[in-house]
Protein backbone atom coordinates (compact mmCIF):
# COMPACT_ATOMS: atom_id res chain seq x y z
CA UNK A 1 0.00 0.00 0.00
CA UNK A 2 1.13 3.60 -1.00
CA UNK A 3 0.65 6.48 1.64
CA UNK A 4 1.34 9.98 0.35
CA UNK A 5 2.66 12.64 2.97
CA UNK A 6 1.94 16.35 1.44
CA UNK A 7 3.17 19.86 3.31
CA UNK A 8 3.25 23.38 2.10
CA UNK A 9 -0.12 25.10 1.41
CA UNK A 10 -1.35 27.67 3.51
CA UNK A 11 -2.30 31.41 3.15
CA UNK A 12 -0.77 33.82 1.05
CA UNK A 13 -1.31 37.16 -0.94
CA UNK A 14 -1.59 37.56 -4.65
CA UNK A 15 1.49 37.44 -6.31
CA UNK A 16 3.10 35.65 -3.94
CA UNK A 17 4.72 32.23 -3.89
CA UNK A 18 4.21 28.56 -2.03
CA UNK A 19 5.92 25.35 -2.22
CA UNK A 20 4.14 22.01 -1.90
CA UNK A 21 5.77 18.80 -1.07
CA UNK A 22 4.57 15.40 -1.15
CA UNK A 23 6.81 11.86 0.01
CA UNK A 24 5.54 9.11 -0.98
CA UNK A 25 5.92 5.79 1.28
CA UNK A 26 4.96 2.13 1.42
CA UNK A 27 5.04 -0.70 -1.31
CA UNK A 28 5.79 1.35 -4.29
CA UNK A 29 7.21 -0.29 -7.21
CA UNK A 30 7.49 1.17 -10.87
CA UNK A 31 5.87 4.81 -10.31
CA UNK A 32 4.49 6.09 -13.89
CA UNK A 33 3.35 9.46 -12.95
CA UNK A 34 3.89 11.80 -9.46
CA UNK A 35 2.31 15.01 -9.31
CA UNK A 36 -0.72 17.23 -8.31
CA UNK A 37 -4.14 18.11 -9.19
CA UNK A 38 -6.56 20.49 -7.22
CA UNK A 39 -10.20 21.10 -6.73
CA UNK A 40 -11.47 24.42 -5.75
CA UNK A 41 -14.99 24.82 -4.15
CA UNK A 42 -17.80 23.62 -6.39
CA UNK A 43 -15.57 22.89 -8.97
CA UNK A 44 -13.83 19.34 -10.42
CA UNK A 45 -10.94 17.92 -9.75
CA UNK A 46 -8.44 19.13 -12.43
CA UNK A 47 -5.06 18.23 -13.09
CA UNK A 48 -2.17 21.22 -12.44
CA UNK A 49 0.75 19.47 -13.33
CA UNK A 50 2.71 16.03 -12.96
CA UNK A 51 5.84 14.09 -14.34
CA UNK A 52 5.26 11.47 -16.51
CA UNK A 53 7.89 8.83 -17.94
CA UNK A 54 7.70 10.61 -21.13
CA UNK A 55 8.18 14.19 -19.43
CA UNK A 56 6.60 16.75 -17.83
CA UNK A 57 2.31 18.34 -18.28
CA UNK A 58 1.36 21.36 -16.93
CA UNK A 59 -2.62 22.89 -16.86
CA UNK A 60 -2.39 25.79 -18.99
CA UNK A 61 -3.84 27.98 -16.31
CA UNK A 62 -0.24 27.58 -14.65
CA UNK A 63 1.96 26.96 -17.34
CA UNK A 64 4.56 29.79 -17.10
CA UNK A 65 4.27 30.22 -12.78
CA UNK A 66 3.87 26.81 -11.33
CA UNK A 67 7.33 24.83 -11.52
CA UNK A 68 7.19 20.71 -10.82
CA UNK A 69 9.84 18.81 -9.93
CA UNK A 70 11.12 15.41 -8.44
CA UNK A 71 13.61 15.63 -5.88
CA UNK A 72 14.15 12.54 -5.48
CA UNK A 73 12.66 9.14 -6.47
CA UNK A 74 9.69 9.32 -4.22
CA UNK A 75 9.22 13.43 -3.18
CA UNK A 76 7.60 15.50 -5.51
CA UNK A 77 7.27 19.32 -5.01
CA UNK A 78 5.10 22.35 -7.09
CA UNK A 79 6.80 25.84 -6.37
CA UNK A 80 3.80 27.85 -6.85
CA UNK A 81 4.82 31.83 -8.27
CA UNK A 82 2.47 34.90 -8.98
CA UNK A 83 -0.98 33.18 -7.13
CA UNK A 84 -3.69 34.12 -8.20
CA UNK A 85 -7.07 34.35 -6.06
CA UNK A 86 -8.37 31.90 -9.12
CA UNK A 87 -5.61 29.54 -7.87
CA UNK A 88 -7.43 28.71 -3.96
CA UNK A 89 -8.10 25.44 -3.91
CA UNK A 90 -7.11 21.87 -2.27
CA UNK A 91 -3.80 20.59 -3.78
CA UNK A 92 -4.02 16.77 -4.12
CA UNK A 93 -1.03 14.66 -4.72
CA UNK A 94 -1.37 11.86 -6.75
CA UNK A 95 1.13 8.66 -7.42
CA UNK A 96 0.72 6.29 -10.39
CA UNK A 97 1.85 3.03 -10.03
CA UNK A 98 -0.22 0.37 -11.47
CA UNK A 99 -3.15 1.92 -9.01
CA UNK A 100 -3.74 5.90 -8.51
CA UNK A 101 -3.13 6.96 -4.73
CA UNK A 102 -4.32 10.38 -3.76
CA UNK A 103 -2.54 12.48 -0.52
CA UNK A 104 -5.69 13.82 1.60
CA UNK A 105 -4.82 17.41 0.14
CA UNK A 106 -3.88 20.60 1.37
CA UNK A 107 -5.43 23.94 0.99
CA UNK A 108 -4.00 26.77 -0.97
CA UNK A 109 -5.85 30.16 -0.28
CA UNK A 110 -4.76 32.49 -2.14
CA UNK A 111 -6.36 36.25 -1.21
CA UNK A 112 -5.32 39.55 0.00
Known amino acids: QVQLVESGGGLVQPGGSLRLSCAAS????????MGWFRQAPGKERELVAT?????RMYADSVKGRFTISRDNAYTVSLQMNSLKPDDTAVYYC????????WGKGTLVTVSS
Open 51 to 55: ITRSG
Open 94 to 101: HVDTTLRT
Open 26 to 33: GNIFNINA
